[in-house]
């Protein structure tokens, strides 16, 4: 054996490979802490129910974001009705029936490029397609579909990665019992890749959730709770922007942030639960 | 002369230009055990997905010569696929149970047919899970993930799921080879069990396997079937020396 001159010994490398390791994912946790921590520190002080329950004051200098939160709920459920069927639709055909010709390659590029337009674009498309050429207006219908764009190609190509982990073996243990394709694929296919497309549809919802930029040009500014889909609203992120940019309030900017990353927390560990109560289920551990 | 089921003819398949079975012509007898012996990459894996058109779904493959189900070419246009898969079941190498309940797994076939009876699923699940030496240990967690099954017990699971939409042949690949020892005793007792209302075609590569569990043995090399007949006659008294070669294992 020839022994080369070592700097180190593995067992040393180990070692210190095991400090950086574990130091950079506890920075990584840290980092995330001080931000949420900060965001809270300086907004649950804001909570009160009238703060949460009530309707702004002037344009949000005082008062409460009640007509915010059910915007953001709004535009958000507009934006995921639209966005799963047809991300998860055309993830299904992408992974089972499509194949691997040059029109797919395509489209899953367009997919991926889709999926890193900066969102301001996205908002000026609404502006231009929704607003003006469908004439849908500045409302919760033209800011929900906005974010349904943005929101699809995150969630096709989650569940397409997903529906393509699925195991060879389950689709031929289906097929050789005289299932049909599409039987195969509703019966085991995704009910097996659901842990998958959830995610995808949670990292849509938080895409579409959080987006300012998107809904800026497309679902106005009102301050009133919206009653229709046609009617403007203002949804979290956008009431944060103008309170912080316009100077309102930077006190009730807080507030409103921390009401929105309570949101998402809460939806996010909630999934993530019912996630793994079903993998647990579906696989026995 | 035997009850034939199964009856190919001057079989020629092709993956691409790569010829893989050349020339096959071999009768199954019914409700008796017929092995598939022979090195890997000879081609016994290929002709058992043949019989139940599993290389359907490979683009590349093609099939010449004609296979004979109960008098009808099973590669007829007329012929429902779907249809032949519930006539022809297959169990696989690898155990592969659904990420589902057990009742679900052996009810998948059954509710794929269309049987949506609740009481008539639960007597089949339970009269299949009998019948595959499966239900003393599972009776209790019926509505329990397959996956927590060990590996024997999923393979039995899949036989269960596989009887369940009753065939008339179970074609079996290597149905052990994944399996510790005493599994692979249950499922051979099984086959035995089963040989009486069931055609079965198993490969193995298991010589042993073979001599115990079936009375025909059809040997494959390269693509040809070099040999059939009689289990017996052909361990005893093979005709061919190729044949004597790889069973006494100097070769394979």
Redesign the interface.
């Known amino acids: 054996m020839i022994s080369m001159p070592r700097i180190i010994s593995p067992h040393h490398a180990q070692k210190i490979m095991n400090v950086v390791l574990w130091g950079v994912g506890f920075l990584a946790i840290v980092i995330l802490i001080i931000i949420i921590g900060y965001i809270l520190y300086n907004g649950l002080p804001q909570f009160s129910l009238e703060f949460i329950f009530g309707n702004p004051v002037g344009s949000g200098e005082s008062g409460g974001i009640w007509p915010m939160i059910v915007s953001t709920f709004y535009v958000t459920f507009i934006a995921l009705i639209v966005a799963t069927p047809l991300g998860v639709l055309a993830a299904i055909w992408l992974a089972e029936y499509a194949g691997e010709s040059n029109l797919v390659k395509a489209i899953r590029f367009a997919a991926e490029t889709l999926a890193s337009i900066p969102s301001i674009v996205f908002g000026l498309f609404g502006l231009t397609f929704f607003v003006v050429f469908l004439q849908m207006g500045f409302s919760v219908l033209s800011g929900g579909l906005t974010l349904a764009l943005m929101a699809i190609p995150t969630i096709l190509r989650t569940a397409e990665v997903s529906i393509e982990a699925v195991?060879q073996?389950?689709k031929?243990?289906?097929?050789?019992?005289?299932?049909?394709k599409w039987?195969t694929i509703y019966?085991?296919v995704i009910?097996?890749a659901i842990p998958g497309i959830t995610t995808g549809i949670i990292l849509g919802m938080a895409r579409a959730i959080e987006e300012t930029a998107a809904i800026l040009y497309t679902v106005g500014a009102a301050l009133a709770i919206p009653m229709s889909i046609w009617d403007p609203a203002r949804p979290l992120p956008l009431h944060l922007y103008i309170l912080a940019t316009e100077g309102v309030s930077l006190p009730n900017a807080y507030g409103t942030a921390a009401v929105l990353v309570l949101i998402i927390l809460i939806i996010t560990i909630s999934t993530n639960y019912l996630v793994e109560k079903y993998t647990k289920?579906?696989?026995?551990? | 002369m035997e009850n034939i089921i199964i009856e190919v003819k001057e079989l020629n398949t092709y993956f691409d230009e790569s010829h893989i079975l050349k020339d096959v012509y071999l009768d199954i007898p019914r409700n008796a055990v017929t092995s598939l012996i022979g090195p890997s990459g000879c081609g016994k894996s290929t002709f058992l997905r043949t019989l139940n058109r599993m290389n359907d779904v490979i683009p590349t493959f093609k099939k010449e010569g004609t296979i004979f189900l109960d008098g009808k070419e099973i590669y007829d246009p007329d012929v429902d696929v779907v249809d032949l898969r519930k006539r022809v079941g297959m169990v696989f190498q690898k155990p592969n149970p659904f990420p589902k309940s057990i009742f679900e797994n052996v009810a998948y076939g059954l509710r794929v047919h269309g049987n949506n009876d609740k009481n008539d699923l639960e007597r089949r699940v339970e009269a299949s899970l009998k019948e595959a030496a499966l239900w003393d240990e599972v009776k209790d967690k019926l509505d329990d993930s397959a996956m927590g099954l060990s590996g024997g017990q999923q393979q039995r699971l899949c036989i269960a799921r596989t009887i369940a939409v009753e065939p008339e042949v179970i074609l079996m690949d290597e149905p052990c080879s994944a399996l510790d020892p005493i599994s692979t005793t249950k499922i051979e007792d099984l086959i035995h069990k089963l040989k009486n209302e069931f055609t079965i075609i198993i490969v193995t590569h298991n010589m042993q396997q073979a001599t115990r569990v079936s009375k025909y043995t059809a040997f494959f090399l390269h693509g040809e079937i070099v040999e059939k007949g009689l289990t017996d006659k052909i361990f005893i008294e093979p005709e061919d020396k190729r044949t004597e070669d790889y069973i006494t294992g100097r070769f394979g």
Do not use: F, I, T
């Open positions: 195991p073996s389950y031929e243990g289906s097929l050789a019992l005289g299932a049909s039987q019966r085991v009910p097996a289920k579906m696989m026995g551990r």
